[in-house]
């Protein structure tokens, strides 16, 4: 019997549930599974065309379709002839489902608006044994016009506080040094708990109540929706790490106002710059879109420069797509090579951004927690390089010596 095969796209939420999936088929045989995203229609094209090189590779296997495009358009995959179940993004955190796929109706995805709760399946970690993910949010609340997730994902649900510090613990107790907060939209944790707590709330929980855990992660976040517990947080405890990744998908207001993004240009600027007055050593990613529906040139040149203005360093550049089923399809659409030029640029001035960091960290001492036995990262995130074997798992304590790429060498 060989165990279940898995393929995962898009986001790290859908890579922490593949791992819960591996839990749940445990004992299943001559099974594959896709796990779709949604983000993009070029994202729906690639799970299409996964699916066909899977369903080659394995003719006799049950093959699976779920995931964010699942979610949303289930008629898509139900009707590919490689396809024998497609199962909804609820469905999938359920044992049971698992269990009866044979005996079920090919199609099995609700109503995901209908949904209350988190999925209750949580795991002990997954990836290298140096850091875990925990998935302490789902859902969305908002309606950016270019985003389809909230109807992949449903309305904004939280785990609560106790559950997450519990699964916190038992990591640490396995050994992970680095703990990774994660959800759809998680500066929305809590809103719908009982007393609403708010994410600086579950992260000073988390840092009192975890003592041994050395470090705590946040990913992606909304800067308009930080809270003053989790400034304080950025502020004093040092075990939070110095990395915030920022929704921001643009820096013009007109075109944030077209997104229906709940910030403007100088609520990024000034976020980062007081961010990074608590915490000098505080590096930033961002999400921004290039080409946006109506954004011209000027407006472009607004996203550009928001690189400058708020230091940003990780940069994840999306050329628009049009997804179906969003207000923003229905916008008038810029040029394609318009779009693709603009994109280069912002990578360009994301590299750029990249190597002045690197240089900046040349002499310094960092905590390196390692990854693989020559490969480590940051507090920052930065990924460093070692000449000799270190123990996987473990912060080690470096000089940066030099540069190599994208990479720091110790």
């Known amino acids: 019997m060989k165990p279940p095969i898995f393929s995962t796209h898009g986001c790290r939420l859908n890579a922490y549930e593949t791992e819960a999936m591996r839990d749940l088929t445990q004992g299943q045989d001559n099974l594959v599974v896709v796990n779709t995203c949604a983000v993009t229609a070029?994202?729906?094209?690639?799970?299409?065309?996964?699916?066909?090189?899977?369903?080659?590779?394995?003719?006799?296997?049950?093959?699976?379709?779920?995931?964010?495009?699942?979610?949303?358009?289930?008629?898509?995959?139900?009707?590919?002839?490689?396809?024998?179940?497609?199962?909804?993004?609820?469905?999938?955190?359920?044992?049971?489902?698992?269990?009866?796929?044979?005996?079920?109706?090919?199609?099995?995805?609700?109503?995901?608006?209908?949904v209350e709760e988190t999925a209750g399946h949580l795991i002990d970690g997954f990836g290298t044994?140096?850091?875990?993910?925990?998935?302490?949010?789902?859902?969305?609340?908002?309606?950016?016009?270019?985003?389809?997730?909230?109807?992949?994902?449903?309305?904004?649900?939280?785990?609560?506080?106790?559950?997450?510090?519990?699964?916190?613990?038992?990591?640490?107790d396995k050994g992970?040094?680095?703990?990774?907060?994660?959800?759809?939209?998680?500066?929305?944790?809590?809103?719908?708990?009982?007393?609403?707590?708010?994410?600086?709330?579950?992260?000073?929980?988390?840092?009192?109540?975890?003592?041994?855990?050395?470090?705590?992660?946040?990913?992606?976040?909304d800067s308009i929706e930080v809270d003053p517990s989790l400034m304080q947080a950025i502020a004093t405890e040092p075990r939070l790490m110095p990395h915030l990744h920022l929704s921001l998908q643009a820096g013009d207001d007109m075109i944030l106002k077209r997104m229906k993004r709940r910030h403007l240009r100088d609520d990024a600027i000034r976020f980062c710059e007081d961010a990074r007055k608590l915490r000098p050593d505080m590096t930033y990613g961002a999400d921004i879109i290039a080409g946006f529906p109506t954004e011209t040139d000027d407006m472009f040149e607004n996203s550009l420069k928001l690189v400058e203005d708020c230091d940003l360093t990780w940069l994840h550049v999306f050329p628009y797509s049009a997804r179906q089923g969003t207000p923003a399809a229905k916008m008038p659409a810029v040029n394609g090579k318009d779009i693709k030029a603009r994109a280069a640029r912002l990578r360009t001035a994301g590299e750029a951004q990249v190597q002045a960091h690197l240089a900046s960290r040349v002499g310094h001492t960092h905590n390196i927690l390692m990854e693989n036995p020559r490969m480590g990262r940051t507090e920052q995130f930065t990924e460093?390089?070692?000449?000799?074997?270190?123990?996987?798992?473990?912060?080690?304590?470096?000089?940066?010596?030099?540069?190599?790429?994208?990479?720091?060498?110790?």
Not at 62 to 89: H, W, Y
Not at 152 to 168: E, W
Not at 187 to 196: E, I, V, Y
Not at 384 to 410: E, M, N, S, W, Y
């Open 42 to 114: 070029e994202a729906v094209r690639k799970a299409r065309q996964d699916i066909r090189k899977l369903r080659r590779e394995n003719p006799d296997a049950r093959l699976v379709v779920t995931g964010c495009a699942a979610q949303t358009e289930p008629e898509t995959f139900s009707n590919m002839a490689e396809v024998d179940n497609v199962i909804g993004n609820t469905e999938k955190m359920n044992r049971a489902t698992w269990g009866f796929l044979p005996d079920t109706e090919k199609v099995q995805v609700d109503d995901i608006m209908s």
């Open 129 to 172: 044994r140096a850091r875990a993910y925990v998935q302490v949010q789902n859902g969305c609340d908002h309606r950016c016009t270019f985003c389809i997730i909230p109807y992949g994902r449903g309305n904004s649900r939280s785990v609560p506080a106790g559950v997450v510090v519990d699964q916190i613990k038992r990591l640490v």
């Open 176 to 221: 992970y040094n680095e703990v990774v907060l994660t959800g759809v939209d998680l500066t929305s944790w809590g809103a719908d708990l009982p007393a609403t707590p708010q994410l600086g709330d579950l992260v000073l929980r988390i840092l009192k109540l975890v003592p041994d855990l050395p470090r705590l992660r946040i990913s992606s976040i």
């Open 384 to 410: 460093t390089l070692f000449d000799t074997d270190q123990p996987v798992g473990q912060i080690i304590p470096a000089r940066i010596v030099g540069t190599k790429g994208t990479r720091l060498r110790a």
